[in-house]
């Protein structure tokens, strides 16, 4: 904004607040990519929001009417970022979308989004009990662009029963969370359990590692088990690490080798992925917290004695354990109507009230934004949120905002998917991506 | 002149639709592929803007260093011109008390300024967005805020004090839109999997067209010579991979097979293991994208044989007989020969279809295992429209469209050499 827009916007402001209330009518449109019917409340919060709003508003003297006209059905991510990308060229974006916090960095640079501290107080209710590094994630480039939706983090799974068969005692299971978390049990470990079990018939081959089927922010956590970082926090650049790089390719290749994964895993269908790993086909295997309530739905109704989580071990000394968060944001496009952008805005706020949010949260498996949260019964009661929340929010880290982040991501996972499936060795693999991301990320890569 | 007019009356149609299907997506194509057009850039234009993020970058697009820091450390700083302002928007009183406790004092961030303001003594400004108004009036930063037009940046970049020698260069970095350029070509040769997405093109493109011609040949010659009734169930039954939406023939394919699909629970009783029938290996998976794309070809290649065998007159054919010719010999020496312009007619049109068409492949087996099937329009499509970190590459991608286009149009015009056109379009000497 220029000196002049400036003032005109403080005059259009002051002129707001002075002129006699009228009834105001306004439809305020909320997309949600990547939901179910089980994340309805990413566009409930806001209908809800809009009751309260509306209420506050009555009570001021002012008469809002408010309509919210929700929509998650997308097919997928791609056919919604499209969708919500190709809206904000043709001036028809929805108001509100809720996103990767990846897309910050694109939809920011591109002007498809507002910064919503421009329309709301971060040092108010309820934002300012959000966890400060979620709140982190939603920011680029020293500003708040979006508030986190939910947050959730990607742990490590063992099937208790297998574990017993491979002679681990209930004690020994119900303390590897701490032994991941601590370093005394590795990658390499799991390996060579998952091994033994395969081995031992305990499950099939293919069956003893069995990982994601596809491209995701998991995948940069075993780069960071081997001591890969996504990205420099001093000069903000990417990181490719090539020591790192190969040790996690090598792994997924060693599992290929001992037959506890399959070659031709990638691309497995996702349906028969959730219902093997949830009825205990497989060893080890790694998912969302989400995946909790999904197992239920695939016939698993007692995923605690069932079931064991940890953070995802480390692979070496060079590496952690860790798990990445990989939080929606709720994100305001950019409007013609300043006052839409401001009803947005503060929709999103009081969405983001810790009732508000847990319902979401429990619903559908996911973790708190906000501290307070956990002091909710709903919260409380529920024990894989709260669980979850202690094993692994604490390690957490997010993959960084950043323009080139996705072709990073993505050479990365191709060439993982060429070292694994054999149409490349290990060495050649990481050539390849090297020379990728040289040439596609050129200043923004440092090459470690 | 009527005559004429009405000509070009009846190919209008025609005209509006290569107009809008072909020559404007191929100028589209054209123009995007140089312009490092992207997510990020948008499409319709771009504003100006440096954000925290881009400083580091700015010595190395000739901004000088003292700039650098100078952008780094302005933020909102309590001066005389914003206290006018102040006094002006928010009332003197306010102003007043910001001239006694805090003239001079410089802030990093708007939010700190904003809390200053909030907890005023006198008449606090309790408005969020008053609050956020009355902070940006001591704005003495360009870093975060964005600029419509050049001319505002510039002007911006005056007011804050910045080294005009520096402004050409903030200018050129800070335009978020796209700009032209041909680095997406140059790209494209430097990238290692650029020749593998070209190898496995051709090896796509050739053997499945190979199997489309080969086997729709077959089908036709074959029912030819089947009752008509008989003929027809047997066509009507291989037109199906045509019909059926690609989304439910694929999964199809799919059912069949997957680890759990029909083939391994067939092979299974006889003791084979378990395995994906489409991505266990390189060859799999090729052999079962040719068949997917083959069969829908093959289909379409049987019904244009089939009814220009059927425009053969069958005196010849009785004549044959009469001489004591076989089925293979009237095959061979009577039905083939009259199939040039078909053969031509369908080799073109299954290439350039082949070249561009991925949509069977990305339902299959997306390229994989480990983009061995990852062929040149799907590369397109996963460069310039899917992108799990959001950043979707559109001029890049339509550098390999483009590519293709080019290839489609001198393979055409080398078919047409190479069947010789003129002749198969000269007056038939048969069916007179």
């Known amino acids: 904004m220029t000196i002049l827009t400036r003032s005109t916007a403080i005059a259009a402001t002051l002129a707001a607040f002075a002129a006699p209330a009228l009834a105001e009518q306004i439809t305020i449109t909320v997309w949600a990519g990547g939901s179910n019917d089980n994340d309805s409340y990413r566009v409930e919060a806001i209908e809800m929001a809009a009751d309260i709003l509306e209420r506050e508003a009555a009570i001021r003297g002012e008469e809002i009417d408010i309509t919210v006209d929700g929509r998650w059905d997308f097919a997928g991510w791609d056919e919604f970022k499209q969708a919500v990308t190709l809206g904000a060229e043709a001036g028809t974006a929805p108001n509100i979308v809720v996103t990767s916090h990846l897309d910050i960095a694109p939809w920011s640079q591109a002007g498809y989004i507002v910064p919503v501290e421009d329309y709301v107080d971060l040092d108010a209710w309820p934002l300012n009990n959000v966890y400060p590094n979620l709140m982190e994630i939603a920011a680029f480039g020293g500003t708040q662009w979006g508030v986190p939706q939910d947050s959730e983090s990607r742990p490590f799974f063992f099937w208790r029963e297998t574990m017993s068969g491979l002679g681990y005692t209930e004690e020994q299971i119900d303390a590897l969370p701490d032994m991941v978390a601590s370093g005394d049990y590795t990658l390499r470990d799991m390996l060579a359990d998952a091994t033994r079990a395969v081995e031992m018939g305990l499950v099939e081959e293919g069956y003893g590692f069995y990982p994601r089927v596809s491209n995701g922010p998991d995948y940069a956590q075993f780069y960071q088990s081997f001591g890969g970082e996504l990205i420099d926090p001093e000069t903000g650049q990417l990181v490719f690490d090539r020591a790192a790089m190969t040790e996690f390719y090598q792994f997924f290749v060693d599992a290929v080798e001992a037959g506890v994964t399959r070659q031709n895993h990638i691309g497995t269908d996702w349906d028969q992925w959730y219902n093997e790993v949830a009825n205990g086909r497989a060893a080890f295997w790694h998912g969302g917290t989400w995946h909790f309530g999904r197992y239920g739905r695939e016939g698993n109704e007692d995923f605690w004695n069932t079931i064991q989580f940890s953070l995802i071990p480390a692979g070496n000394d060079a590496g952690r354990p860790n798990t990445i968060t990989h939080p929606l944001v709720y994100l305001l496009t950019d409007q013609d109507d300043d006052r839409a952008e401001e009803i947005a805005a503060r929709l999103v706020a009081i969405a983001t009230e810790p009732r508000l949010n847990t319902l979401h949260a429990i619903k559908s498996s996911h973790l708190a934004v906000a501290q307070v949260q956990q002091d909710l019964d709903l919260y409380s009661g529920d024990r894989w949120a709260s669980e979850a929340t202690e094993v692994l929010l604490a390690s957490a880290n997010a993959q960084p905002n950043h323009l080139q982040y996705g072709a990073f991501s993505e050479a990365m996972f191709s060439g993982l998917e060429s070292a694994w499936s054999g149409t490349q060795s290990v060495e050649e693999a990481v050539a390849e991506v090297e020379a990728q991301m040289r040439a596609t990320l050129g200043d923004d890569l440092i090459i470690r | ?432």
């Open chain 2, 1 to 432: 002149m009527r005559v004429r007019l009405l000509g070009i009356g009846f190919l209008a149609p025609a005209l509006v639709a290569v107009s809008l299907f072909f020559l404007l997506p191929v100028l589209l194509t054209a123009v995007f592929s140089f312009t490092n057009m992207s997510t990020s850039t948008g499409i319709s234009g771009g504003e100006y803007l440096i954000i925290e993020t881009d400083l580091r970058d700015l010595p190395a697009q000739g901004v000088s260093a003292e700039t650098v820091v100078q952008l780094d450390a302005a933020g909102y700083a309590i001066t005389e011109v914003g206290l006018a302002r102040m006094a002006a928007a928010f009332g003197a009183d306010r102003a007043q008390e910001l001239r006694e406790d805090y003239f001079g004092d410089t802030f990093e961030a708007r939010r700190d300024l904003e809390r200053l303001l909030r907890d005023l003594d006198n008449n606090p400004i309790r408005n969020t967005r008053e609050r956020k108004a009355a902070a940006d009036l001591f704005a003495v930063t360009i870093v975060g805020e964005r600029y419509d037009t050049e001319a505002a940046f510039r002007d911006a970049l005056s007011d804050t004090g910045i080294d005009p020698s520096d402004h050409d260069a903030l200018v050129t970095a800070a335009y978020t839109g796209w700009i032209w350029t041909s680095d997406n070509f140059s790209l494209l040769f430097e990238l290692p999997s650029t020749l593998r997405y070209a190898l496995n093109t051709a090896f796509y493109v050739v053997c499945t067209l190979a199997f489309n011609i080969t086997f729709g040949l077959f089908l036709a010659i074959s029912t030819f010579y089947l009752p008509l009734k008989l003929a027809n169930v047997f066509r009507s039954i291989w037109f199906l991979p045509r019909i059926l939406p690609p989304v439910m023939y694929v999964l199809m394919w799919n059912w069949f097979t997957w680890d759990n699909g029909f083939i391994a629970t067939v092979t299974g009783w006889f003791g084979v293991p378990q395995q994906n029938w489409m991505m266990q290996t390189p060859t799999h998976a090729w052999t079962v994208i040719i068949l997917i794309n083959g069969f829908v070809g093959a289909s379409l290649g049987m019904i244009l044989f089939s009814s220009a065998i059927k425009a053969i007159p069958l005196p010849m054919l009785y004549a044959s007989e009469v001489d004591g010719a076989n089925r293979w010999q009237q095959v061979r020496y009577i039905i083939l020969p009259q199939m040039r312009w078909p053969i031509l007619f369908l080799t073109c049109y299954q290439t350039l279809s082949l070249l561009t068409s991925f949509e069977y492949i990305l339902l299959a087996t997306d390229g994989g295992p480990g983009s061995t099937t990852e062929v040149w329009a799907l590369a397109a499509y996963h460069t310039a429209l899917s992108n799990y970190g959001g950043n979707l590459q559109y001029g890049l991608g339509a550098a390999f469209a483009l590519i293709l286009v080019v290839i489609g149009i001198v393979l055409s015009a080398l078919y047409l050499r190479f069947f010789n056109f003129k002749e198969l379009v000269a007056k038939p000497r048969i069916e007179q």
